[in-house]
T-cell receptor
Framework: AQKVTQAQTEISVVEKEDVTLDCVYETRDTTYYLFWYKQPPSGELVFLIRRNSFDEQNEISGRYSWNFQKSTSSFNFTITASQVVDSAVYFCALSEARLNKFYFGSGTKLNVKP | GAGVSQSPSNKVTEKGKDVELRCDPISGHTALYWYRQSLGQGLEFLIYFQGNSAPDKSGLPSDRFSAERTGGSVSTLTIQRTQQEDSAVYLC??????????????FGSGTRLTVV
């Protein structure tokens, strides 16, 4: 069964627009962790944020914000006032307490045009 | 080292040849992971090392794939008799013991393998 679904394959916005990247996950564990990673054209995955299943408090970091809702099994990522440098592929990932591996979504490619 | 280092960054090989991909994790990181990213796809788990042992090899797609880790540090992923469907970016990641699933991994830049 697919663990993490990122339904948006590719999104294009114009600079300064807000954009939300969707992530829906599936797990039977009560303890799990959710992550967002950014993969710029250079290829290296860059860690952005981690959330554990017991903390539904939303988080804001500069232009980035994350909305974690257990009721809908979603962990969405919003970029406010997008910039060209935000152009990348963004991956949502899930890890379960029992296992030492991540389940990654298929990624959302974000194109921010000047 | 300061980050996870992978070599080569790019590899073009002929179908049927063997290839070796190398990963040098962050110093002191005992856990090491290999993932594969095919074009336009997400990351596919291949294998996980804790020290020199591999408690989870469940993601290796066939017996043509093998991996080893020596000295609790460098890991080598070997693909024998390469096929065109093996073409992908192979990513390595490391984390401190038992903490990767909680705090996340540090990834290398990957090796882009092209089988022609």
């Amino acid at each position: 069964a697919q663990k993490v679904t990122q339904a948006q394959t590719e999104i294009s916005v114009v600079e300064k627009e807000d954009v939300t990247l969707d992530c829906v996950y599936e797990t039977r564990d009560t303890t799990y962790y959710l992550f967002w990673y950014k993969q710029p054209p250079s290829g290296e995955l860059v860690f952005l944020i981690r959330r554990n299943s017991f903390d539904e408090q939303n988080e804001i970091s500069g232009r980035y914000s994350w909305n974690f809702q257990k009721s809908t099994s979603s962990f969405n990522f919003t970029i406010t006032a997008s910039q060209v440098v935000d152009s990348a592929v963004y991956f949502c990932a899930l890890s379960e307490a029992r296992l030492n591996k991540f389940y990654f979504g298929s990624g959302t490619k974000l194109n921010v045009k000047p | 080292g300061a980050g996870v280092s992978q070599s080569p960054s790019n590899k073009v090989t002929e179908k049927g040849k063997d290839v070796e991909l190398r990963c040098d994790p962050i110093s002191g990181h005992t856990a090491l992971y290999w993932y594969r990213q095919s074009l336009g796809q997400g990351l596919e788990f291949l294998i996980y090392f804790q020290g020199n042992s591999a408690p989870d090899k469940s993601g290796l797609p066939s017996d043509r794939f093998s991996a080893e880790r020596t000295g609790g540090s460098v890991s080598t992923l070997t693909i024998q008799r390469t096929q065109q469907e093996d073409s992908a970016v192979y990513l390595c990641a490391s984390s401190s013991q038992g903490q990767g699933r909680i705090f996340g991994y540090t990834f290398g830049s990957g090796t882009r393998l092209t089988v022609v």
